[in-house]
């Protein structure tokens, strides 16, 4: 089982993105898995450079669409146009047509517009008209949200963040590593010295060699009474669906192949548990106006399930 192909992405990108290690390997680990990476950050800490660099090691396409209020579902998927030289309808494909796509500020448009990606996501394909267009594997987006500017926003119905494996944050850089970045780019911005390492469809062939690495009974448990535990937990409406647990096991094997490993450990699990299900929580009304956090509810849940012995 051969992920060396992850170790020379990870690299390649951050020959571009200084810091940022962790963010890195869980948009690998979200890639591998077939899923989708929703982002939520201050302006200007690298979100679409990160995006443009994945893109641009894996030599495949890019696509970025910045959301507004006006931004209609066609904008996204495609439309059909009338061609007067043949008489019939053409389909015009949208920015999903792509390998990458950077979905910015995906809060900015209405709901109706943002339920138009939820196909694309799930099932890598649109319906327009009546017909379907498959849409290029891989297929990965990343959604971009601003939590400091709520006016003019349209927050992210509960059904369409669970469509998204991880929610991650890349923070500010050190002050180490704020000066590397303007020592890197003060000539040139090596985004366009940036080679590709890899093609499209060795990315679509380790997401398939990922289903192969281990996930033991023990460990299926673990995932479980975690999950289990937010639906029973006081402070939440809803805790995690099984989409949930289908994540955190697959969230896992990528992780594990990741770190040269065809099994998964009880850390794999405990590493990812944040980035894969506190956005999937809801909170209870009064206990969101006390101000509590599904970061911490998970981190007491965790606290108390005994970890399992690896096999």
Do not use: W
């Not at 002050?175 to 000539?187: A, G, K, L, S, V």
């Not at 989409?243 to 040269?260: D, F, P, T, V």
Request: aromatic share 6%; with cysteine; charged share 25%.
């Amino acid at each position: 089982m051969d992920f060396s192909g992850c170790r020379l992405l990870k690299e390649n990108i951050s020959k571009v993105i200084i810091g940022k290690k962790e963010s890195i390997e869980l948009l690998l680990v979200a890639l591998l898995s077939e899923g989708h990476v929703l982002i939520e950050d201050v302006p200007g800490v690298g979100k679409t450079l990160l995006a443009k660099s994945l893109a641009k090691s894996i030599d495949g396409r890019f696509k970025r669409v910045q959301f507004t209020p006006d931004l209609l579902p066609a904008d996204i998927t495609g439309f059909n146009i009338y061609n007067q030289q043949t008489g019939s309808f053409e389909f015009q494909p949208g920015p999903v047509d792509t390998h990458i796509l950077l979905a910015d500020e995906i809060n900015r448009t209405v709901p109706r517009t943002q339920s138009s990606l939820l196909e694309s996501m799930e099932e890598y394909q649109v319906t327009v008209d009546g017909t379907t267009q498959s849409l290029p594997r891989p297929f990965f987006v990343m959604a971009t949200q601003n939590p400091i500017e709520l006016e003019g926003t349209f927050p992210l119905p509960e059904a369409q963040l669970d469509r998204f494996l991880l929610k991650i944050h890349l923070g500010y850089p050190t002050p180490e590593e704020e000066i590397q970045i303007m020592d890197r780019f003060q000539e040139d911005d090596p985004l366009n010295e940036l080679e590709p390492v890899l093609q499209p469809d060795q990315i679509t062939a380790m997401q398939e060699t990922r289903k192969q690495v281990r996930v033991s009974s023990p460990i299926k448990t673990y995932i479980s009474q975690i999950v289990g535990a937010t639906r029973k937990n006081e402070q939440l409406q809803y805790g995690a669906s099984p989409r949930g647990s289908l994540g955190l096991m697959r969230a896992a094997q990528s992780l594990a192949a990741l770190n040269g490993r065809d099994y998964v450990l009880p850390d794999d699990i405990k590493q990812l548990i944040l980035p894969v299900l506190a956005h999937r929580l809801i909170l209870k009304d009064h206990e969101k106006l006390k101000g509590a956090v599904t970061s911490e509810i998970l981190n007491q849940i965790v606290q108390h399930i005994p970890v399992p012995i690896h096999e």
